[in-house]
């Protein structure tokens, strides 16, 4: 524009509020295209993020072939009622990636979880289900599927206790069934000392892994009873006439109680042998 030449206001007004429509609608296509993106790549695609990630954590272990047992895994469940997943589903599974004996070293537990896996995170003493290559790949993990899909989902699936062949379920049922048949040696389990009833008939540990030890792989069944300064249990506990009732005949058993603390406290110090935490 040549000096002293006259714009009008009205013109710049409606140039400025073209601008601002049009930066509006542009912002709201942004916003749409960025919104579509998360839904397909959440919604769309959790059958493949679901598939990555186990496929991951299966190949942080040497001597599998991970597509095969992602196979082996995805038939349990694909194409199913969520709620109609027989434990035996997962039969191919633990074929294809069945649990190595580690006689000696084996740890079960109930109602213990945290506790349990703070120590074994840090000591190399005991192995549980959740450190073996299956237990560790499907740990903490939620999936599905649907009547006549082939896809994977890992939201609105089952909660445990809504039904007894849920995909999960199933699985770490099968899955402690085959841990506990691979049992060998002295074999450990770490129960809980704060509870009325430490060895419980609706727990994993009672219903299905107790079941499954075998006299002749198995010798002993140490039991270590977890207290705390609350504690309401020990090793007098009437549940525990149970589990000996329960034990194959020539399976010996012990128990001890120890403190929680000192478990921990031991699992951060390397230098003192395994047989001195427990």
């Known amino acids: 524009m040549e000096r002293g030449e006259y714009r009008s206001p009205v ?57 095969k047992i992602w196979g082996a895994f995805e038939q349990a469940y694909i194409g199913r009622d969520p709620c109609q997943v027989p434990v035996e589903a997962y039969d191919p599974l633990i074929a294809a990636s069945p649990f190595q004996p580690a006689c000696n070293r084996m740890m079960f537990w109930s109602k213990t979880k945290s506790v349990v896996h703070k120590f074994t ?41 809504q039904c007894d062949n849920n995909p999960r379920r199933s699985f770490w049922n099968r899955a402690s069934a085959a841990f506990a048949d691979a049992a060998c040696g ?32 198995m010798k002993t069944l140490n039991v270590v009873l977890v207290t705390q300064e609350n504690t309401v249990s020990n090793c007098t506990n009437a549940s525990f006439k149970d589990l000996q009732k329960e034990l194959d005949k020539g399976i010996e058993y012990n128990c001890k ?12 110090h390397p230098e003192k042998p395994c047989g001195s935490c427990l």
């Open 11 to 67: 013109k710049r007004r409606s140039k400025r509020w073209l601008c601002v429509r049009v930066s509006a609608v542009l912002l709201l296509v942004a916003l749409v295209v960025v919104v579509a993106v998360v839904l397909w790549r959440t919604l769309g695609h959790s059958k493949d993020t679901f598939k990555t990630t186990f496929v991951t954590r299966c190949e942080a272990f040497n001597g599998y072939d991970c597509e």
């Open 121 to 161: 995170d840090k000591r190399d003493c005991f192995v549980t289900l959740e450190d073996t290559m299956l237990g560790t790949v499907l740990d903490e993990l939620n999936w599905c599927g649907k009547e006549g899909s082939n896809e994977t989902f890992t939201t609105d699936c089952p909660e445990w206790a």
């Open 186 to 217: 002295d074999v450990t389990a770490m129960l809980n000392g704060s509870i009325a009833t430490p060895f419980s008939p609706q727990s994993i540990f009672a219903s299905i892994e107790v079941k499954r030890f075998n006299s002749t792989r």
């Open 257 to 268: 109680e120890v403190t929680e603390a000192h478990i921990l406290d031991c699992a951060s």
